[in-house]
DNA sequence: TGTGTTTTGTACCGAACGGTTCCTAAAGCT
DNA sequence: AGCTTTAGGAACCGTTCGGTACAAAACACA
């Protein structure tokens, strides 16, 4: 029925989130966005409401596409262990090759603080990034002290988007390492050793 | 020598700088610094250049009432050690009432990618900062092994900053706790003289 | 082939943008 | 006084903003 569309949904989100992720929501103009969608103003009303949509759309594919794959490679279980795939993250984050920063936390800096549902969504989103956290030290160590693990957890987040910030200002390769074995040193404490051993009676329960 | 200038730069870039750091520069419009400022047109542009060298003196004015304020309260001699001091700074970072962020984390964010002299600013705020961090850490214990002050400095930074960010999220005040914890552990391994302050060292609770 | 439906590209909208230039009144100086 | 500098307001610049209207185009189904 009718006039087939001419792009598809999908691509056009993805090139629109680059577009918000590197220039930010009130500095990416719509000839910006059309033309990174390649698409006309006419498709763009038509397919989105308005420039707001866009924008929760391509956080919604963020979410889908970054955050739940990063939390999904966390808590899947293989021969490494939790610690193992909570180090490969951050040492991931330590050799990042561009500076592109985070869009989730672009997000959270400069539109959360404005926009209600922005702020909805990305808190969810760092719970969900921090219950991918918990999952892998609940992996490695099921009687952790539940508050040892929401603790470590939480502070792996902290971490997180402090080294995203950082990546934003170029700052990030001399102190990504740093931050690394500082939280190599919080999982040794929280969990132990890579192969999971409890080696430390009394130590975390 | 001609009429005297009728209102106070500094007062002025104060309330610029409360726009900019609550909307961002792009969502800034003219006519809100104009309102803030409580100056006209005219006024603006024979003050300031434009825009742009406003929003940097505001930069520049949150690093000397802001950033090196609180680098001079961490190096500070006094009755209480350099740990207590740091850990002062988190427990404000944890309980503090509004959800105002951080301007130079806001800057680092939206602003440093796409401005090369503002990003060489934020770095060195960022960079004093840490600075502040190590003097205060140097203070406690000043044979203290070069490599663990430098990562713990770093560290303190970066977690100093993913605070911020959850700050703009609302999410401040669950991680808040949990990364004060885990800050007193890393100062406490850093250069001990823990004030109590661990409960779980040894303990479970 | 005709009809209905949806998408498409584009011309266009009013409003607001950052920035500039006037100009007059006001306030210091010698 | 007379000179000089600034203040502050208004009008205005060209541009760009997000958003809309509409007719041509491309399909599905009859």
């Avoid at 390649?38 to 979410?63: M, P, Q």
């Avoid at 279980?77 to 500076?99: C, H, N, Q, V």
């Avoid at 539109?111 to 549902?117: S, V």
């Avoid at 992996?139 to 929401?150: F, K, M, S, T």
Wanted: glycine residues 8%; charged residues 30%; hydrophobic residues 40%.
């Amino acid at each position: 029925m009718g006039r087939p569309r001419q792009f598809e949904i999908d691509a056009a989100l993805e090139m629109a989130m680059r577009v918000f992720w590197s220039k930010g929501y009130e500095a990416t103009t719509l000839p910006d966005l059309l033309g990174a969608m390649r698409i006309s103003r006419g498709s763009f009303y038509k397919a989105f409401h308005d420039k707001r949509a866009v924008y929760l759309a391509a956080l919604e594919r963020y979410n889908r596409t970054r955050v739940l794959e990063t939390v999904a490679m966390l808590q899947k279980a293989g021969t490494d262990s939790g610690r193992e795939r909570i180090e490969a993250l951050f040492k991931a984050l330590a050799e990042r090759p561009d500076r592109s920063g985070c869009f989730l936390c672009n997000a959270a800096v400069d539109r959360a603080p404005h926009d209600p549902e922005i702020e909805e969504r990305v808190n969810a989103m760092v719970q969900r990034l921090e219950q991918g956290f918990r999952l892998a030290l609940e992996g490695d160590r099921p009687n952790i002290d539940p508050d040892v693990l929401d603790e470590t957890a939480k502070s792996l987040v902290v971490n997180y988007l402090g080294l995203q910030v950082l990546d934003a200002t170029g700052l990030n390769e001399q102190m990504a390492e740093s931050c690394r074995l500082q939280v190599s040193r919080m999982l040794e404490a929280a969990v132990g050793g890579g192969n999971g051993l409890d080696e430390r009676a009394g130590d975390n329960r």
